[in-house]
Nanobody, 118 residues
Framework: QVQLVESGGGLVQPGGSLRLSCAAS???????????MRWYRQAPGKERELVAE????????NYADSMKGRFTISRDNAKNTVYLQMTSLKPEDTAVYYC????????WGQGTQVTVSS
């Protein structure tokens, strides 16, 4: 079992920035560096969508088209943490952001709310 705890969400004005963090933990033998990590988001009334993903080593990243150039995913395997740096935020980025870990089995965090509003 893997536990994921997101943090860093909040209220930000359009054009602002936020950095989300997702701290991972697990039972004895848990190896964070084995897991590919993703960030998803879900806006009210909409389906959950993939925001960004990063390989287990951090050597490969992918982004949804609408996030390219504005969001950056990164990870620190020594800290068992994945990050999502968000810049140039827009009202349409308002959503609950979820962390997801995958290695044969997938795990979800509880989500963190991001609200972009003036």
């Amino acid at each position: 079992q893997v536990q994921l705890v997101e943090s860093g969400g909040g209220l930000v004005q359009p054009g602002g920035s936020l950095r989300l963090s997702c701290a991972a933990s697990g039972a004895s033998g848990f190896t964070f560096s084995s897991y590919a990590m993703r960030w998803y988001r879900q806006a009210p009334g909409k389906e959950r969508e993939l925001v960004a993903e990063i390989s287990n080593t951090g050597g490969s990243t992918n982004y949804a088209d609408s996030m390219k150039g504005r969001f950056t995913i990164s990870r620190d395997n020594a800290k068992n943490t994945v990050y999502l740096q968000m810049t140039s935020l827009k009202p349409e980025d308002t959503a609950v952001y979820y962390c997801h870990a995958f290695w044969y089995v997938g795990y979800w965090g509880q989500g963190t709310q991001v609200t972009v509003s003036s």
